[in-house]
């Protein structure tokens, strides 16, 4: 679900000076955004909290201060999203502006390597786990559940959306977003953002609508699994292109530029929550379902502008255990779900205890994870091919 900071470059080439874009016919060398993975630290914690809320009927968790926040903790989703949009588009211009002819190698093996292997990993001890049930189904439906997950298709069927892993859907929106990037780079490379972004909204927005008139407000559920399809998020999604094409244009920041994206984040954030608390059931209304994503994009976007121009010295010095946590968020988000089994419905745990225990056991487990899996993997793709010079 979701691109890291170092999917940006290979460890030699990377650096964190943004004065290597200066010279155009030069080989361009990606700037490594540390900032970033305290966002994402924060969008995997969200999603946990959250679940365990849900999961444990937690009703006296707070509704109201700062904490209010965790009560609609599926906005890290939505935060994922804008992330992996900036990531994956800044990854992939720089990609294509150094190599033309290996784009598609370097940035398949990059993906992949990136997400497939814990993701198998995953499915397979989800599979495991819930074995006597899932292969109690005829084998049509155990054989179709693994053939759509390994296809990145099941975010598309309702009798697959979530049935392994829970939160595996959102691995097939970002798959396919992947897909869309290597296809249309030519296009990304050549066009305004602002056009980018136009584009986008207006898919976005007639796609949400589609769905709605369909679907109607009476089926929450099925509405969810139809507006999250790929053309109902690319809102979320052009947002972080929008500010890869940004940054690539202009890699040295304003002064003062970083503050005037925390300025918007602050109007922007207000306005997405003052509309977002009287209308907190949602689906009933359609203004919400259509365009209140966009809103909440937009805020994500001044966000994510102001880490990426802020002092990366931040998530480095300071916030460097939080950062760590980005660092593993996609192994938070992606084994969170197996401790929340085991801690609320096996054990029975409930609250701040069942909040702990489910911290810990993830935490544990994606931190493993990352050290043993996902980082020999992404080793693998960025070892620089055969003949292939690093840049200076």
């Not at 589609?210 to 809102?235: C, H, I, K, N, Y």
Request: net charge positive; charged share 10%.
């Amino acid at each position: 679900m979701i691109a890291r900071p170092q999917d940006i470059g290979s460890g030699a080439a990377q650096s964190t000076s943004p004065t290597n874009d200066a010279a155009p016919a030069a080989r361009r060398t990606p700037v490594r955004f540390d900032n970033v993975n305290l966002l994402r630290a924060f969008a995997a914690l969200a999603v946990v909290v959250y679940h365990v809320i849900e999961h444990g009927k937690w009703t006296a968790f707070p509704t109201e201060g700062p904490l209010l926040v965790f009560r609609i903790g599926w906005i890290g989703v939505d935060l994922f999203f804008v992330i992996s949009g900036f990531v994956i588009a800044y990854s992939a211009l720089v990609l294509r502006g150094n190599d033309r002819a290996g784009f598609a190698r370097d940035y398949w093996a990059r993906r992949l390597t990136r997400i497939l292997p814990l993701y198998v990993l995953t499915i397979a001890a989800w599979v495991l786990v819930t074995r006597h049930a899932f292969f109690a189904q005829p084998s049509a439906g155990w054989a179709w559940q693994l053939a759509s997950h390994f296809a990145f298709i099941h975010s598309f069927f309702l009798d697959t959306f979530g049935t392994i892993d829970g939160v595996n859907w959102s691995l097939g929106i970002e798959m396919q977003f992947y897909l869309a990037i290597a296809l249309l780079i030519g296009w990304i490379e050549r066009a305004s953002a602002w056009r980018i972004v136009a584009a986008a909204v207006a898919i976005s927005w007639a796609w949400r609508a589609s769905m709605f008139a369909l679907v109607g407000s009476g089926e929450p559920w099925v509405l969810f699994v139809r507006v999250t399809q790929l053309p109902g998020t690319l809102d979320e999604f052009a947002a972080g292109i929008l500010l890869a094409k940004l940054v690539l244009a202009r890699p040295v920041p304003a002064r003062g530029e970083a503050l005037a994206w925390l300025a918007g984040a602050g109007v922007l954030g207000y306005a997405a929550m003052a509309t977002y608390w009287p209308h907190a059931a949602y689906w009933p209304f359609p203004a919400m379902v259509i365009f209140w994503r966009t809103l909440f994009a937009a805020f994500v976007l001044c966000v994510l502008a102001a880490a990426v121009r802020l002092p990366q010295s931040i998530a480095r010095r300071g916030l460097l255990p939080f950062a760590y946590l980005g660092e593993i968020s996609y192994g938070i988000y992606l084994w969170h779900l197996f401790a929340v089994e085991y801690v609320i419905h096996l054990r029975g745990m409930t609250g701040l205890q069942a909040l702990a225990w489910v911290v810990g056991l993830t935490l544990l487990a994606a931190a493993a994870s990352w050290h043993a899996v996902e980082k020999p993997f992404m080793r693998l793709a960025r070892r620089p091919a055969a003949g292939a010079q690093a840049a200076p």
